[in-house]
């Protein structure tokens, strides 16, 4: 067990735990690793809380590259700021910080578009190392190096961080476990209804898979002021937990019989809905999203991390006589680290739900217990509480 | 030969000449038709200048039945005079100068009135082979069989009927010109969808995919909207030189194949990929290499192309997530006619858009199947058909 370590530790390797990923689809193993020094332009941080994430599933389960191991996973979480490397200054010390696997380098043409949040100087990929050297900074106690995840790998209860993708929070925001769910899930749904579709008052969406992300959706949309919020799931409990956070109808999508879920949409909303929000991942979905959608103005916004490989395809004349648009976003297209301070404050003021979206909680020790309550689908957001909280 | 009619022709048929099209793929016929008086909600219309325009075309060479029907009236850019309205037409007169669209703008419906869609909804676009209203014809040949109409407008005619929805009024100051007509379909569709559908900010680099008239008129509206950079892909080199006088600035020959193709050459020259692509040629192949060479981020590639029936667009799902590109299709631009219309033909007086570059050929109306010929061959922009009398 790793102690709240003091200044001393600053400069020098950590001796720590960590949740380490050796072979796909097998629990992870909690052992004891080595956290080098930050580099230039990184921070290490000592992780409180973080949560599991459909899109830590996914390359938990994956065999083939991108996947790679041993990996540490891990990328939605909170933590403090235990030494920063050199050329660091947003941060110090003992900040409270939330990691991002979008990178805000706040200087390249992206960073200071108001219409993209993509960076270019530290593009998005799904890389085994530190974004900006290309090296790891774990290593397991026979010296073999670990793989990063999303620049972030929030497993372990240290990790190494570039600053590009650290998000500093005021000191006066209490440290709760939702609030690391900006990290991530809950910002990629709230910032696509509120960002990205810009949802206004009045507006019909419909949201494809109620998971964390699509409830996400709707509570960005429920306070953009949609007035009907159709979710479309194959489990209809999802509808009772999703009316917490705006739901209005739900639509069973293996309803195989009789129509498909575009079709009812369609009929249910006059013609299809304003907006429509694919958080599965699936190009079947998506396709059945941008059938669902309103000629003219509708919007298909696609959240949902699907296979590699996997390609969506729409008729020709469809895209040129309806109208329609389809995109997909990163993060809800937000840059984190203004957008993230936002939504921190509107849940502060109990505008916006995050301690909601926990359903469940448990140790560091039991963290597999998190992967067992997603894949049964028994969760929304799992938090897992490191040592010494 | 028709007369141009009296008012003594209100209420009755016309009999008139029409350059019929009988078979997929074979010349029009110019024979005497007779053309209905128009019903309620109609406008019959005496044509002046009418041009082919691509899609005329498509449904010329089109043997699949579903699709089209024959034997047909075909043309649907063209601008004319009201020579008599059915009942429940206040907007147009008598004499009035119109310009008919295959789009319809009927001013009531949630669409009409939204700043954001121009896809009416009282009377959606369809391919249709009818009036729009009744789902019936006002042509029909000496023999009393019927002829079908095309995209609402049916324009390679002396005399067509037009729902009051599909028709623009213009005003009686602006004077008839042969290039006017080009706003009822091919230049608003270009000039729209850089103006309206992209909102090409100045300083922009646009690459346009297929260089015809539509593809030269989106570089046209993307010059008047302060592009800096507009680049042209086309299998013809002699493209760039016209493209010039409508704005290009670069040229990318398409299909170049030994080498790079088109995408990568223009990420390579834009560093990235262009703010807006446009796809002007109708070829799904067409439509996924210009959202490959789109900007990440911001990039938007919009779909002006009419594809044959059927075609697929296919893109990788991860490019969809992670590159916050967006794909959107337009048609005519996403512009209103009746009030769209009017705002270009002003720029077009004002001398600030040009129009009359587009027309390249002309053609007295015997000679319509020329004016085919001539587009087949990628010889022309705009052939305009001028109308006997004139």
């Known amino acids: 067990m790793a102690e709240k370590l003091s200044g001393g530790s600053r400069g ?62 891990g990328h939605e979480a909170i933590g403090v700021v235990e030494s920063v490397g050199e050329d660091v200054n947003e941060v110090s010390e003992g900040d409270t910080v939330i990691p991002t696997f979008m990178a805000d380098c706040g200087e390249c043409g992206d960073c200071n578009s108001a219409k993209s949040n993509l960076c270019s100087k530290l593009p998005f990929k799904v890389s085994p190392f530190m974004p900006r050297y290309e090296t790891s900074r774990f290593t397991d106690l026979n010296g073999e190096a670990l793989y990063h995840f999303l620049s972030v790998s929030s497993f372990t209860e240290y990790t190494v961080v570039d600053i590009a993708h650290v998000t500093k929070i005021d000191s006066g925001i209490p440290l709760t476990k939702a609030a690391g769910l900006l990290s991530c899930g809950v910002s990629t749904g709230v910032g696509a209804a509120w960002r990205t579709a810009n949802v206004e008052p009045g507006s019909t969406v419909a949201i494809f898979g109620l998971g964390s992300i699509g409830l996400a959706v709707a509570e960005g949309a429920r306070l953009c002021g949609a007035s009907r919020i159709i979710g479309v799931d194959v489990n209809e409990d999802k509808f009772e937990v999703g009316k917490k956070f705006g739901l209005t109808d739900f639509v069973n999508a293996s309803n195989s019989e009789n129509k498909s879920a575009s079709e009812v949409i369609i009929e249910m909303t006059d013609g299809g809905a304003d907006y429509c929000f694919e958080c599965v991942g699936m190009a079947s979905v998506v396709q059945e999203a ?100």
């Open 12 to 73: 020098k390797p950590i001796r720590c735990k960590a949740a380490v990923c050796r072979k796909p689809s097998e629990p992870l193993v909690i052992e004891e690793i080595m956290v080098a020094p930050p580099m230039p332009h990184e921070v290490r941080v000592r992780i409180i809380y973080t949560s599991l994430c459909h899109s830590d599933l996914t390359f938990w389960k994956m065999k083939d590259f991108p996947a790679i191991f041993p990996r540490i996973l």
């Open 290 to 389: 941008y059938a669902s959608c309103r000629k003219g103005w509708g919007k298909t916004i696609v959240l949902g991390v699907d296979r590699p490989g996997s390609q969506v395809s729409i008729p020709a004349n469809d895209i040129l006589c309806t109208g329609k648009s389809l995109m997909g976003v990163l993060f809800g297209g937000l840059k984190p680290k203004s957008d993230i301070p936002i939504l921190l404050n509107r849940y502060i003021n109990m505008e916006l739900q995050l301690d909601e979206f926990v359903t469940h909680e448990v140790t560091f020790e039991d963290i597999n217990k998190a992967f067992d309550l997603l894949v049964e689908g028994k969760c929304l957001r799992c938090v897992i509480c490191m040592n010494d909280q």
